[in-house]
């Protein structure tokens, strides 16, 4: 096991009103190179787990520990190692990248931060690796991330957050910002990453498809609570909860016969 | 080597509706800042909507489908706009300021993505729906009463309680029914429905799509449902059109789309949209991205990132001519020979 989340709660405040309790007892975890999957509806949590994942925000109860480190509390040298191990993929590649870095800057600056290369010859020829490794031309690592388009930006996020070798990799809708045509390549490529590099994929998204096609296991959430979690045959062959089986029914399928058969069994079933 | 008739013929792809909205080579020009120039955003775009038909305009962005839709309502005061937009006879883009401000909402109305940001947080449920009549000089009376009679129609619980109720007390999932209920309580012809579930949560969506096919069917309403979710229109549409760089390249009916579609950009998008009731190895992934509007590749706009091009896609736009029951604009199936043949090949 390389993560662990024992029973972790968290509160926001909501000034004038009472905290509003977005997690309550969440248990979960991951291993070394499996993708795993976060699912549930908006409010439902899924993000602050991944917040609490990272040490971006602290749960008020509970304890995260990352291969032996206490992540809640951890400091100095556990907390550099952690922060190289786990990495991040947000969802808006137009907002998290910085427009005044050139690609090479962005790319490279894990690896001048956590002084894994000493020098800029080298550093430049491990951002150039890790282009090509993601798909980007290293020709291009000069330019700046305005003439690239979603997916390319969304390419260079990864690349920046792989550059430096992490175990982890949590992704927050990392898809859902790009083009139809564009998320197939996104999926495709963090899929091939997860399998060369053995890397644990810790993937937020509301789009059930693209969690069945790339998470082996799946926690799906709701209102704060792990309503259910399971191997994707279980989840999505035979789901237990009334919560998951709605929740999969309501799935549009892109194709007409087996799409209207599904909505009229499930438009009887609520009739009964 | 299929039949191919080199005139498009709009009967054919809507054999038994009357249509009641036929746009012809509908061209939007968008200004590029104050410099004079313009950037053509949609390039001649063709079709018809018949009477309560559910019409499926796919598209990524920036692929024109937006601006293709709200022109047909005229909402974008710096866009110019030329050819023809046929609604039960008139000629919308001829119209002045003045009438067309009348047939919106009461013949063609609209809907959007964000129903937060189109409802004002400061007036009551009641006075929101009710205001498309009462600025047609409708009494506040029967503005009120029949607004609830929509909001009832399309089933918000205690209509009647809730008419005097401000939009941040309702769940998204409700203030998307009274958006809808603003749209439809003028009794309009055509609803386009621009993204209305893509900001909703999957059982929310749901359920706005099963109220919009009760609404349709009922009403005998047209819906031009704009979404870049092939689930959606997969459901929900009749018909679909799929756009790409300002252009239809695709037009049919759902099931003969689905089943076999005819344009390699169609084919890909099928093929690259995971499916939550089947396992698939690895997604196809269409290379590249959609051009830019000011930097469309010369003949298909599509040939960069096709993978059934050939010599004459870099050279000639292809026309979107009928193929069987559909329309298709790709140089494979216009009837002409060249050197490969891919009708021949198995399955799409």
């Not at chain 1, 800057?105 to 282009?131: D, N, Q, Y």
């Not at chain 2, 930097?295 to 599509?302: T, V």
């Amino acid at each position: 096991m390389l993560m662990s989340i024992d029973s972790i709660a968290k509160s926001y405040n909501a000034f004038p009103n009472p905290p509003a309790k977005v997690l309550h007892d969440v248990t979960l975890k991951v291993d070394t190179g499996e993708a795993i999957g976060l699912v549930g509806e908006s409010g439902s949590g899924k993000s602050t787990i991944a917040k609490c994942m990272l040490a971006l925000i602290r749960p008020e109860a509970g304890a995260i520990t990352y291969d032996g480190i206490d992540v809640i509390h951890a400091k100095g040298e556990d907390l550099r190692r952690f922060r190289r191990e786990v990495q991040m993929v947000f969802q808006d590649p137009y907002g998290s990248l910085n427009p005044r870095m050139t690609v090479e800057e962005l790319i490279g600056e894990g690896l001048l931060i956590h002084k894994l290369e000493p020098t800029a010859a080298a550093r430049r020829a491990r951002v150039a690796e890790m282009m090509e490794m993601v798909g980007l031309n290293p020709n291009d690592m000069d330019r700046y991330t305005r003439s690239f388009s979603g997916g390319q930006r969304q390419r260079i996020a990864i690349a920046r957050a792989l550059v430096i070798r992490p175990r982890i990799l949590v992704c927050d809708e990392p898809v859902a910002a790009l083009d139809v045509s564009v998320q197939a390549q996104v999926i495709n490529l963090l899929q091939d990453m997860q399998r060369k590099l053995n890397l644990a994929i810790v993937f937020v998204a509301h789009d059930l498809a693209v969690v069945r096609h790339l998470c082996e296991r799946i926690v799906v959430l709701h209102k704060g609570k792990v309503v259910e979690q399971g191997t994707r045959e279980q989840i999505f062959d035979n789901p237990q909860m009334p919560y998951t089986q709605s929740l999969l029914a309501a799935v549009p399928v892109p194709d007409p016969v087996v799409g209207r058969a599904r909505r009229a069994a499930r438009r009887l079933e609520t009739a009964n | 080597m299929r039949t191919v008739h080199p005139m498009p013929d709009q009967s054919a792809v809507t054999p038994l509706r009357q249509p009641l909205v036929t746009v012809d080579k509908l061209t939007v020009d968008m200004p590029l800042g104050r410099s004079g120039s313009s950037v053509r955003i949609v390039d001649g775009v063709d079709f018809s909507i018949g009477v309560g038909e559910r019409v499926a305009l796919v598209g990524e962005s920036g692929s024109g489908k937006s601006l293709t839709a709200r022109a047909l309502m005229r909402l974008d005061r710096l866009a110019r706009l030329s050819g023809r937009v046929d609604f039960d006879g008139t000629d919308l883009l001829k119209l002045s300021d003045r009438d067309m401000g009348r047939l919106r909402g009461s013949s063609i109305a609209m809907v959007f993505q964000d129903p937060m940001s189109f409802l004002d947080p400061l007036m009551t449920i009641g006075d929101q729906v009710a205001e498309t009549l009462r600025i047609r000089g409708v009494g506040k009376a029967e503005a009120r009463k029949r607004a609830l009679a929509v909001l009832d129609e399309l089933g918000v619980d205690r209509a009647a309680e809730r008419l005097d109720a401000y939009p941040h007390e309702f769940s998204g999932g409700m203030r998307q029914r009274v958006v809808l209920a603003m749209a439809l309580v003028g009794e309009p012809r055509l609803l386009i429905a621009d993204e209305p579930t893509t900001a909703l949560d999957v059982r929310v969506q749901d359920q706005v799509l099963d109220l919009l096919d009760d609404v349709s069917a009922r009403r005998g309403l047209a819906v031009l449902f704009i979404t870049h979710d092939l689930g959606v229109v997969a459901g929900f549409a009749e018909r679909v059109m799929v756009m790409y760089s300002g252009r239809i390249v695709e037009d049919g009916e759902v099931a003969s789309v689905f089943a076999k579609p005819s344009h390699p950009y169609t084919q890909g998008l099928i093929k690259a949209v995971p499916r939550i009731d089947q396992d698939l190895n690895t997604l196809y992934a269409i290379p590249g991205a959609p051009p830019p509007p000011l930097a469309r590749p010369n003949g298909c706009p599509f040939h960069p990132r096709c993978d059934q091009r050939f010599e004459r896609c870099d050279k000639d736009l292809p026309a979107l001519l009928q193929v069987g029951l559909s329309r298709v604009a790709c140089h494979l199936h216009d009837g002409q020979q060249h050197d490969r043949h891919p009708h021949d090949r198995k399955g799409a």
